[in-house]
Nanobody, 114 residues
């Protein structure tokens, strides 16, 4: 059974940085395009960043230039480096494949104070 475990969230002041990690078990991680998503209370879950199996990255406009997605296939892990965080970035952050192939993990809470 595939399991996604996100970590690295926390409380940070506006302008600060965090690095999120998502480790997958029970799957051949390297064959999947992976993404980071977030969902704030009352909002839909939104896609923030994607990284393909070949390492090509794409970002949603709200995070472009501030967030960086990367992956380590040997560790079955995808990362999200978040810089210049804004209060509107307060959300629960999740990872999954591009086509939402796996069950959602528990996510990791990111709170950005103003």
């Amino acid at each position: 059974q595939v399991q996604l475990v996100e970590s690295g969230g926390g409380l940070v002041q506006a302008g600060g940085s965090l690095r999120l990690s998502c480790t997958a078990s029970g799957t051949i991680f390297s064959i999947n395009d992976m993404g980071w998503y977030r969902q704030a209370p009352g909002n839909k879950r939104e896609l923030l960043a994607l990284i393909t199996t070949g390492g090509t990255t794409n970002y949603a406009d709200p995070v472009k230039g501030r967030f960086t997605i990367s992956r380590d296939n040997d560790k079955n892990t995808v990362y999200l480096q978040m810089n210049s965080l804004k209060p509107e970035g307060t959300s629960v952050y999740y990872c999954n494949t591009r086509n939402l192939r796996f069950p959602w993990g528990q996510g990791t809470q990111v709170t950005v104070s103003s």
